[in-house]
C-alpha cells in the first residue's frame, strides 16, 4: 500500500511540471484589495408601479434580483411590507448574489412595498425598494355594484371573488353577448350565491337574455324564503320569473314587502319573442317606493312600492326559481344569461342603457319605441334624424321638406337626384331575420317612377357598373311604377339564389288624380312570406323560399339609387312622414293600429 501511495504522489507532480511546460499558469493569491463601495442591487421583479390583477383572495408574487459587490456579500434580507420573506448569508459567488426562485403567497388587496437590503463585510448597507399593488381583476366600473358574472368560463363573482355553488349540470355556451362565453342553462341546474349582502333598502339587477320557451315557465333570479310546504312565500324578498303568454315569454317580478307579495307584470309590453333567437336585456329596480322593469332599456312596468322586506331571505338562486319558489313550476331556465350584474341601489333609466352600450358596444337611445319590435324611427320633424340611434341621416342632393305632415312638425319632401341614405353596418340591428316597415306617403306621379325604400347589395357584375346596378337577390326593393294615371306599389325582396315580387296589380295601385292626400304604407317579410299593405288592407302577398340580406350595405330612403338603378327607380319627389321599421312581422291589426296611432 505504502508503495501504491508513493507512486501516486510522484504521478500528480509529473502532471503539475507537464502542465506549466504547457502554458497553464499556477494558482497565484491575490489581495482583496479596498472595500470602496456599497452593495448594488437590482431588482427585476416586482417592478416599480406594477398591478397584480388576479380573482384570488391572496395572491402570489415572484420575486427576482440581483446583489452584487466590489469585495465581498455578507447578508441580504428580503421584506414585504416591513416583513422579512428571505434571508442569504451562504454565497458560492461570494461578490454575486442573483435570486429568481423565492415567492411570496400571502398577497392581499392593496398597496405594497417590497425591499432589498444588502449588506458587505465592510458593513456598508444598500437598500432598494418597489412599489406595487395588488387588486382584483375586475374593479366594479358602476357606483353600488356588488356583483358582476361575466361567466367567461366560470361561475365567478368578480367583485366579491366567490365562486356560485353549482346544481346540477350547467354548462357554457360560446353564443355570448361579450366575453367568449355565457351561461347555459339545463335542466335542474342552476346556480346559487349567500344573499347577505344584497339586503339592501334598494336592490338592481341587470343582465342579457337569449330566451329559450322550453320550459315554458321558468325563475330567473330569486331571494324568497323558504316554502311552506308546496306553497310559495311572496311575502318577502323577490321573484323575476318568465312564462308562455301565447308563445311569447311574459317576464314579471314579484316583491315581498312583508304582509303581501306586489306584482310588476307588464303584460303584452313585457312579452319577448323566443322565435327572435337574440340577446335582450333584462334589468328590474326596487327601492322604497317603487319597482320597475325594462326591457332592453325600455320601462315595461312601474308601480309603487312599499319597500321590499328581506327577512327569512338567505339565497339567492341564478337561473331558476329552485329551491324556494317552486310552487308554480318555475324551475331551472334553459335560456342563456350574460353580463349579470347586480347593485345595492335603484339604477336609473339612463344607467342602465348605458350599461348596455358598454356590454353590447352599441349605442342605446334614449327614445322610448311607440309599437312592439320598433327599432328605427324618422318622424322627419325638420331634420333628417333616425330617434332610435340619433343619428343624422347623409342627405344626397338637395332633398326638402313639406311644409305639412301627417304627424309632428315636417315632412320629408323629395327632389331630383336626391334622396338619404344611412350605413347599415354603424346602425346596429337593421337586417333582422323578419322585418317590417310602416310610413306615410302622399303621391307624385312624376316622375312616374320611382324607389321609395331600398336595401340592396353591390352589383360589381353589372357590365354598366357602377352607373347601373340591380343586384336583387338579397334586401329589399319597395318602389311605385307605371303612368300618369295609375301607380302601382311594389315590393321585391331578395331571397339569396334569386327574388321574388309581391304585386297586387289593381289592388295596389293608385291614381294620382284621386291619391292626393297621405295614404298609408306598410309591408312585412319573413322567411316564408312577403306582405304589402295600403292604408291597413294588404294588396299583395308572396311566398318566400326564404330571406336574404347578404351585401346589403346602404339604406336608401326616397329612391333606389345607388343600389337600384338598373330600371330607372331613381328619386321619388313624393312625400314621406312617419317612417319606422320592426324587427318582427306586423299584423295587419298591428299595422292599422300604428296607422290609428299616427293620425
Known amino acids: 500500500m505504502k508503495k501504491f501511495k508513493n507512486s501516486v504522489v510522484a504521478s500528480i507532480a509529473v502532471l503539475l511540471l507537464y502542465g506549466c511546460d504547457q502554458g497553464i499558469d499556477p494558482i497565484t493569491p491575490v489581495a482583496p484589495g479596498t472595500d470602496e463601495s456599497a452593495p448594488a442591487i437590482t431588482i427585476n421583479s416586482p417592478t416599480e408601479g406594477q398591478t397584480i390583477k388576479v380573482n384570488e383572495e391572496l395572491a402570489s408574487v415572484d420575486i427576482d434580483f440581483e446583489v452584487t459587490d466590489d469585495i465581498e456579500v455578507a447578508s441580504v434580507k428580503v421584506m414585504i411590507d416591513g416583513k422579512q420573506i428571505g434571508s442569504y448569508s451562504n454565497f458560492k459567488d461570494y461578490r454575486r448574489l442573483i435570486v429568481d426562485d423565492l415567492s411570496y403567497d400571502k398577497l392581499a388587496d392593496g398597496a405594497h412595498e417590497m425591499s432589498v437590503v444588502a449588506t458587505d463585510i465592510d458593513g456598508k448597507t444598500t437598500t432598494s425598494t418597489v412599489n406595487f399593488t395588488k387588486e382584483p381583476a375586475y374593479l366594479p366600473k358602476y357606483a353600488g355594484e356588488l356583483l358582476y358574472m361575466p361567466f367567461d368560463g366560470d361561475y365567478t363573482d368578480l367583485v366579491s371573488l366567490k365562486k356560485a355553488t353549482v346544481e346540477g349540470d350547467p354548462g357554457f355556451t360560446e353564443e355570448s353577448l361579450a366575453g367568449p362565453s355565457a351561461y347555459a342553462g339545463a335542466e335542474e341546474s342552476y346556480l346559487t350565491l349567500p344573499g347577505d349582502r344584497f339586503k339592501n333598502g334598494e336592490f338592481s339587477a341587470i343582465f342579457w337574455m337569449k330566451v329559450n320557451a322550453v320550459p315554458d ?101 341564478i337561473m331558476s326559481g329552485a329551491p324556494n319558489f317552486t310552487g308554480w313550476g318555475h324551475l331551472s331556465d334553459q335560456s342563456f344569461m350574460d353580463e349579470l350584474r347586480i347593485f345595492d341601489r335603484a339604477i336609473s333609466q339612463a344607467e342602465i342603457q348605458q350599461i348596455m352600450a358598454d356590454d353590447s358596444g352599441e349605442f342605446v337611445s334614449s327614445y322610448t319605441p311607440a309599437f312592439a319590435g320598433e327599432m328605427f324611427y324618422m318622424p322627419f320633424d ?91 337577390n ?126
Open 474 to 599: 338579397s334586401g329589399f326593393r319597395l318602389l311605385r311604377e307605371g303612368n300618369a294615371e295609375r301607380q302601382v306599389v311594389k315590393l321585391n325582396v331578395g331571397t339569396g339564389d334569386g327574388n321574388e315580387w309581391a304585386d297586387g296589380g289593381d289592388a295596389a295601385a293608385l291614381n294620382p288624380a284621386t291619391a292626393t292626400d297621405w295614404v298609408h304604407l306598410a309591408f312585412t317579410i319573413s322567411d316564408d312570406s312577403a306582405k304589402v299593405y295600403i292604408d291597413g288592407e294588404m294588396v299583395a302577398e308572396k311566398a318566400l323560399p326564404g330571406f336574404d340580406w347578404t351585401g346589403t350595405e346602404i339604406l336608401s330612403i326616397g329612391s333606389g339609387a345607388p343600389r337600384f338603378t338598373g330600371w330607372n327607380h331613381l328619386s321619388d319627389l313624393s312625400y314621406i312622414d312617419e317612417l319606422r321599421f320592426y324587427d318582427k312581422v306586423l299584423t295587419q291589426e298591428e299595422i292599422q293600429t300604428i296607422r290609428d296611432f299616427d293620425q
Open 382 to 472: 325638420d331634420n333628417y334624424s333616425e330617434l332610435f340611434r340619433d343619428m343624422e341621416a347623409e342627405a344626397v342632393g338637395n332633398p326638402g321638406f313639406a311644409g305639412e305632415s301627417v304627424a309632428g312638425s315636417n315632412a320629408y319632401a323629395g327632389a331630383t337626384d336626391s334622396y338619404l341614405t344611412f350605413p347599415i353596418n354603424e346602425m346596429g340591428p337593421i337586417t333582422t331575420p323578419q322585418f317590417s316597415a310602416t310610413l306615410w306617403y302622399k303621391l307624385n306621379a312624376d316622375p312616374d317612377r320611382a324607389g321609395i325604400l331600398t336595401i340592396s347589395p353591390e352589383d360589381p357584375e353589372n357590365e354598366n357598373y357602377p352607373e347601373v346596378q340591380n343586384n336583387r
Open 217 to 317: 315557465r321558468a325563475g330567473i333570479l330569486v331571494m324568497s324564503p323558504p316554502m311552506e310546504g308546496d306553497a310559495n312565500d311572496l311575502t318577502k324578498g323577490f321573484r323575476f320569473f318568465r312564462e308562455n303568454a301565447g308563445g311569447m315569454q311574459r317576464f314579471k317580478l314579484n316583491v315581498g314587502s312583508g304582509d303581501t307579495g306586489n306584482w310588476f307584470d307588464g303584460g303584452e309590453a313585457a312579452d319577448v319573442d323566443p322565435a327572435a333567437d337574440k340577446w335582450v336585456n333584462m334589468a328590474f329596480t326596487i327601492s322604497g317606493t317603487e319597482a320597475i322593469v325594462y326591457i332592453d332599456g325600455q320601462i315595461v312596468k312601474q308601480d309603487a312600492l312599499d319597500g321590499i322586506d328581506w327577512s327569512d331571505t338567505g339565497l339567492l338562486s
